[in-house]
């Protein structure tokens, strides 16, 4: 019996040059839409605010409202510049307060939800807690805080981690749980320990969460501080945005007030865009949230 050889000849694909000149063009196309996505996100809350400043100014203007009412945002600007040094030496106390209350609350709440995901007795027996705290007015404690604390930065600090600790918790503890069950199964079979299934499993599926809750808490603890120091209402050298905007509320330096005001508002805004950033750098290699398709 003899074998039998058929010859196969393959299939020769000529492409046009016009399909190479399309597919060398591809990664231009692709920044060109990317360019055309990004575009209309940046212009169109710019327009927004610029047509809100206008008409505002337009308003002050027309109706001859008082500075000390409400002063238009040229004035706030220009009070804003002109009492920057005072205003920069409080921001800069507000922001010191808000930073160590962000890591404080990053690093407890994620070690707390690491230990909730190994013991669910634990977790059931402390997590009721951390939901009374967050849902208790920090307005009605500050003041039981800032007579309890020695000293008024304690003060402070506690209180702006109370309001930026559970959102880093619950959404920590949220991502520790919901790795996927097959995988579990996976690391069980293998016979993996606990902390190579919480290095290896857990952990990486609870970072989109912990980021989550970074960006959240990053504007919480800022609002925590600045309540705080309401209600402490130090002054001095030393004092914060809060003081200031007490202080030129008392002496009807209103555009002072909305200056400080905007600086609070613009500083809420570049700490969420900096969580924002990290959470980008962090999940974007791996993660889908992240990852920019083409399509």
Not at 38 to 66: D, H, N, S
Not at 129 to 155: G, M, S
Not at 200 to 213: E, H, I, V
Request: aromatic share 12%; charged share 15%.
């Amino acid at each position: 019996m003899t074998d039998i050889h058929v010859p196969i000849q393959l299939p020769e694909f000529d492409l046009p040059e016009d399909k190479l000149a399309q597919d060398a063009e591809a990664p231009v196309e692709r920044e060109s839409s990317f360019a055309s996505r990004a575009l209309p996100k940046i212009l169109a809350p710019l327009i927004v605010g610029i047509l809100f400043v206008g008409g505002w100014e337009a308003a002050v203007r027309a109706y001859k409202i008082p500075y000390y009412v409400l002063p238009g945002p040229f004035t706030i600007v220009e009070t804003l510049i002109s009492d920057w040094g005072v205003l920069w030496a409080s921001l800069l106390v507000t922001l010191t307060v808000t930073f160590q209350a962000l890591f404080l609350a990053a690093f407890f709440g994620a070690s707390l939800a690491i230990l909730f995901s190994q013991s669910k007795l634990i977790e059931m027996s402390f997590f009721p807690y951390a939901v009374i705290l967050q849902v208790t007015p920090i307005v009605a404690i500050a003041p039981l805080i800032i007579i309890w604390a020695d000293d008024v930065r304690i003060a402070l600090l506690i209180c702006a981690w109370i309001v930026a600790f559970f959102p880093i918790l619950s959404n920590t503890t949220l991502g520790l749980h919901s790795a996927d069950h097959n995988l579990k199964n996976l690391f069980q079979l293998y016979r993996a320990t606990r902390w190579q299934t919480l290095r290896f499993l857990k952990l990486p599926a609870a970072m989109p969460y912990f980021l989550a809750g970074l960006k959240i808490s990053g504007g919480l603890s800022l609002i925590g501080a600045v309540v705080a120091e309401f209600v402490a209402g130090t002054g001095g050298r030393g004092s914060g945005l809060a003081y200031r905007i007490l202080e030129a509320g008392f002496q009807l330096k209103i555009p002072r007030l909305f200056a400080a005001l905007l600086l609070i508002s613009l500083t809420g805004v570049v700490i969420f865009l900096i969580m924002s950033l990290i959470s980008h750098l962090l999940l974007r290699t791996w993660h889908e949230s992240a990852i920019r398709t083409e399509n």
